[in-house]
Every structure is written in C-alpha cells, then in structure tokens.
C-alpha cells in the first residue's frame, strides 16, 4: 500500500511540474493561437472505470460494477500545426473485480498443489460481506490524438495502446468460513483473510485504449488483449477485462 501511495505521489508532482510548463505555454501566442500551433494538453489524465469481466468459467458470477482506477501521466507531442499529435508516458492502474468466487492454488486428493490456480465458487450457505481479486499495474500508454483548436474547450479524440507489468495482486475475503465451522453457540464462525501473490496471474498485459470528451471530461475504454491467467494454468485462462469509464484531465 505505501508503495502504491508513493507512486501516485510521485505522477502528481510529475504533473504539477507539467502544469507549470503548461502556464508558461500560455503565455506564448504561437502556441494558443488557433490558427497556428497547437497547444500541448493532456498531461495528466485520471480516471474511474468499470471493468466488464468476458469469458468467465462456469460458476463465476463477476459483480454489476467492478470499480477500478487509473492515473497517467504523458508527453504531448503536437504534430506541426495540425490538430494532431502523439503522447506517451507512465500509468498506475488498479482493477477489481468483485465475484462469487475466491482464486486459490489447486489441490489434488492428497492436498498437493496442482500447479494450477482455479477459482472456487462460494457455496450458497456460506454468507460474505466482501470476496475481491485486486490487480496493481503500471503501465506504458501511448496515444494518437486529435483535438480542434481552441484557447479554452475544444473536443478531442484518441486512440492508443498500452502495455503494463502486474506489480502486485491480492484476494480478499471477508465472511463465514468456508469449511463450516461453527462457535460454542452454533453461529457461523466468520473470518477476514488476504492473500497475496497469487499464482499463475500473467505479469504482462497490453490492450487498445480509447477516448473521447470535450474539454476536461472524456469517456474511457480500454480492452484488454491478453487474459488475466496464465494459458493452460486455470479454467478461467481465457477471461480478460472490458474497461469502461469517465475520465479527467485538469491540463
């Protein structure tokens, strides 16, 4: 956790910086004149999603809304004085997904571990109040945007890829205990547990991105081209994220 606050405290002085560059920017009439050069923007973008889980094994029941966040920070490179320009930088995403079932090493009639990791649907009688799988990635994002020219709002579009590395990931579970034990008064007895470093999640991912919005606010998309587990190593070896959200850029 204080890694990842780290993180996201280092892309927001990243981005401070940016924005005084930016002011600066401003100042120079080539650059705001929307006749000529095109202003740089777009530096730091943070936004909330979703994530639509697809292909998911049979008995995984993904919640409505799996909530998820990123935070990018990036290079705006104008393409001479047109209304294009390219951008590249670093990311940090978190994604969720919120299920009926837990992730978890399997094991053989002899309580060996398989090599496989499968994930194991929760029995209607056992009740939960939390059950998540939780992915950490930093990312690389490139974008190729477009934008009209203006001083203040203007509408952009972009289209771009990524690639991350999964830095950390955990399951947590909250609720009775699976195996059906009971207190001295006969109640379920309930525990809290979090597991890290799960085996067999792919360390790599890449995928296409996708905005669009006008002035500060944009709709995301992202979809994922790489499936969460590794091949051959679950039965949900196929599965992968939809992203979708809503998405700000201050400058």
């Known amino acids: 956790m204080k890694k990842s606050l780290f993180i996201l405290v280092l892309l927001f002085g990243f981005g401070l910086v940016l924005t005084a560059q930016t002011e600066v920017e401003e100042i120079n009439p080539d ?7 095109m202003r740089h923007e ?3 973008i943070s936004d909330i999603f979703s994530d639509i889980w697809q292909q998911t094994p049979v008995g995984l029941k993904p919640a409505s809304v799996n909530r998820g966040f990123n935070a990018s920070i990036l290079m705006d490179n104008p393409l001479g004085k047109s209304n294009f320009s390219v951008a590249f930088g670093v990311g940090l995403s978190f994604h969720n997904l919120y299920s ?3 992730l978890k090493r399997e094991l053989d009639t002899l309580n060996r571990y398989t090599g496989n990791t499968e994930f194991i649907e929760i029995e209607d009688k056992y009740n939960f109040q939390k059950n998540k799988l939780t992915l950490m990635y930093i990312d690389i994002p490139v974008e190729f945007r477009f934008r009209t020219k203006s001083v203040t709002d203007n509408f952009k579009f972009a289209i771009g890829f990524k690639a991350g590395y999964n830095v950390k ?3 947590k579970y909250a609720g009775d205990q699976l195996d059906g034990t009971l207190n001295q008064d006969g109640t379920a007895a309930t525990i809290k547990t979090k597991d890290f470093n799960i085996q067999n999640i792919e360390r790599i991912r890449y995928g296409i991105t996708a905005r669009i919005g006008y002035g500060k606010y944009n709709l995301t998309a992202y979809y994922a081209l790489t499936p969460l587990m590794t091949k051959g190593k679950s039965k949900g070896d196929e599965m992968f994220p939809i992203s979708v959200g809503i998405a700000f850029s201050p400058f």
């Open 31 to 37: 650059t705001i004149n929307g006749k000529q050069k």
């Open 42 to 44: 777009d530096y730091l």
């Open 169 to 171: 990931n955990y399951t």
């Open 100 to 102: 009926n079932s837990i």
